[in-house]
């Protein structure tokens, strides 16, 4: 009986998995034991969530992000020197294969499920390839994910997919180049028998935009809002959407009727210049309305969690101060707010590197330092100090004993739920542990940021 381990590596520096109230399992490894012929032993390592140790094995397959893949390669190396098969995959790896052949025996470009099964054949008949292409293919029969060779004690919420695919192709995000512009959804009944056999009262929804980009796909959304309703699930749901949750009043209630307690938005920036040059085209049309928006959604009870770039090329000195005063004006229940990352496979990328902007580029060691909390490119208009003194100035203040207060306040009476808002604080709560324990909160915490950015006139 072959042995097969698949391994889901952490970032050597932070991981946002090893908080337990934030943490959700990994749905790639899962779907790729789930193709795997019945006669393999299949053992899963979450290494975000798990320590890894050494595990005897035939062939070992490693997934990784780009801030992940430092640690993929070095466990990669571990097995090839034991002569033991290595493959790995996953969106880091689809942008760089020739980086990834490095590393590993065989790489797979793209979502692995189409081409998985002959990638074992092949295995097991001696001729593994190098490459293999994965295609993108309907969702129709996609198997359910092995979710039982999870560590499934340490998750406290499940997770499932519906969709695959997004139009926008930002220039921060390489969504569109790893699944395609085509939104492609998996049958509603499937989805609604799986979530039935999830046994976390709440639920992530892994899609990039739950509600797509055209009125088929708001149709969908709300079809599934409404099956869990009429099926009586009673599960708290994170789902991630566009801005354009906000003009649907139907679609609002549906979310908020089927237990949608936290919505994701990509916000981006308060800045139209920003959001231009993300090509944000949706939030440029969009952020004079920001503040009714999502005041909507709020209005039913749904929390926003608010995600924010700031420190690009068209940020200066002032967009912290007005990025704050906006989150609590808007009242946004979570933030994730981040760097500028110039990930492989995006427009940002292919821009910064071929104006040789990059700074950092001792790949692969640098690519652990390409995770949103680091600057890998200098701005246009900011120092490098600027932004991470910008940040800690702004975290500062949005996880002050007072902000803190006057937010979970708000959660409360907006969500007119306990559990909401304890969830909510939770969450923020595993945010601000990692600022606290970041370096650039102990380097800059001193600096006289105030008198930087709060009185920059």
């Given at each position: 009986?072959p042995?097969l381990l698949?391994?889901n590596p952490?970032?050597?520096?932070t991981?946002?998995?090893?908080?337990r109230?934030?943490?959700?399992?990994?749905?790639?490894?899962p779907?790729l034991?789930?193709?795997?012929p019945?006669?393999?032993?299949?053992?899963?390592i979450d290494e975000?969530?798990e320590s890894f140790?050494?595990?005897?094995?035939?062939i070992?397959?490693?997934?990784?992000l780009?801030?992940?893949?430092t640690?993929?390669y070095?466990?990669?190396?571990?097995?090839?020197?034991?002569?033991i098969?290595?493959?790995?995959?996953?969106?880091?790896?689809?942008?760089?294969?020739?980086e990834?052949?490095?590393?590993?025996?065989?790489v797979?470009i793209?979502?692995a499920?189409?081409?998985?099964?002959k990638l074992?054949q092949?295995f097991?008949?001696?001729?593994?390839?190098?490459?293999?292409h994965g295609?993108?293919?309907?969702?129709d029969n996609?198997?359910t994910?092995?979710?039982?060779?999870l560590?499934?004690?340490?998750y406290k919420?499940?997770?499932i997919?519906t969709s695959r695919?997004?139009p926008m192709?930002c220039?921060f995000?390489?969504?569109t180049?790893?699944s395609?512009?085509r939104v492609?959804?998996?049958?509603?009944?499937?989805v609604i028998?799986?979530?039935?056999?999830?046994?976390q009262?709440?639920i992530?929804?892994?899609?990039?935009?739950?509600?797509?980009h055209?009125?088929k796909?708001?149709?969908?959304?709300?079809?599934?809002f409404?099956?869990?309703?009429e099926?009586?699930?009673k599960?708290?749901?994170?789902?991630?959407?566009?801005?354009?949750f906000?003009?649907?009043?139907?679609?609002?209630?549906l979310?908020?009727k089927?237990?949608?307690t936290i919505?994701?938005i990509g916000i981006e920036?308060v800045n139209?210049?920003?959001?231009?040059s993300?090509?944000k085209?949706?939030?440029?049309t969009?952020?004079?309305r920001y503040h009714q928006?999502?005041?909507?959604?709020r209005?039913?009870?749904?929390?926003?969690?608010g995600?924010?770039?700031?420190?690009?090329?068209e940020?200066?000195l002032?967009?912290?101060?007005?990025?704050?005063k906006?989150i609590?004006?808007?009242k946004i229940d979570?933030?994730q707010i981040?760097?500028?990352?110039?990930l492989p496979?995006?427009g940002l990328?292919k821009?910064?590197?071929g104006?040789?902007r990059i700074?950092?580029?001792?790949?692969?060691?640098?690519?652990?330092?390409?995770?949103f909390?680091?600057?890998?490119?200098?701005?246009?208009?900011m120092?490098?100090d600027?932004v991470y003194?910008?940040?800690?100035?702004?975290?500062?203040k949005y996880?002050?004993f007072?902000?803190?207060?006057?937010r979970?306040l708000?959660?409360?009476?907006s969500?007119?739920?306990?559990?909401s808002?304890i969830i909510?604080y939770?969450?923020n709560?595993?945010?601000k542990k990692?600022f606290l324990n970041s370096e650039h909160y102990?380097?800059?915490?001193n600096?006289?940021?105030?008198?930087?950015?709060q009185?920059?006139?």
């Open positions: 009986m042995r698949l391994i952490s970032n050597e520096s991981g946002l998995g090893k908080f109230s934030i943490a959700w399992p990994p749905l790639n490894l779907y034991a789930a193709l795997t019945d006669h393999y032993e299949i053992k899963i975000n969530v140790k050494f595990m005897e094995a035939d070992v397959g490693i997934t990784a780009t801030s992940t893949v640690r993929g070095k466990i990669a190396q571990m097995y090839r020197e034991q002569g098969t290595t493959v790995m995959g996953g969106i880091h790896v689809s942008m760089m294969p020739e990834a052949l490095c590393y590993s025996d065989a797979v793209g979502e499920e189409s081409v998985w099964p074992l092949d097991e008949n001696g001729r593994l390839e190098k490459q293999y295609v993108w293919m309907d969702l996609l198997p994910p092995r979710r039982d060779l560590r499934s004690d340490y919420w499940g997770s997919q695919g997004c192709n220039s995000c390489s969504v180049t790893f395609g512009k492609r959804r998996r049958p509603l009944e499937d028998s799986e979530l039935e056999q999830i046994p009262e709440k992530a929804v892994s899609d990039d935009n739950i509600i797509g055209s009125k796909d708001r149709a969908w959304a709300k079809a599934l409404t099956r869990i309703i099926k009586g699930i599960k708290r749901f994170f789902v991630q959407s566009s801005i354009q906000g003009e649907d009043p139907e679609l609002i209630k979310a908020a089927a237990g949608v919505l994701f920036s139209p210049d920003s959001l231009k993300y090509q085209q949706i939030n440029l969009r952020n004079r928006l999502l005041s909507s959604i209005k039913s009870g749904i929390l926003i969690n995600a924010f770039i700031v420190g690009g090329d940020d200066d002032s967009i912290f101060h007005t990025t704050l906006f609590e004006s808007s979570i933030l981040t760097k500028p990352t110039p496979g995006t990328w821009q910064l590197s104006d040789n700074l950092d580029t001792d790949f692969p060691k640098a690519w652990m330092n390409y995770r909390t680091k600057m890998v490119f200098k701005p246009h208009k120092s490098i600027d003194e910008g940040f800690t100035y702004l975290k500062i996880y002050g007072w902000g803190t207060v006057k979970t708000a959660t409360l009476l969500s007119k739920s306990i559990t808002t909510a939770a969450v709560q595993s945010y990692g102990k380097i800059y915490r600096k006289g940021l105030k008198r930087k950015f009185n920059l006139r």
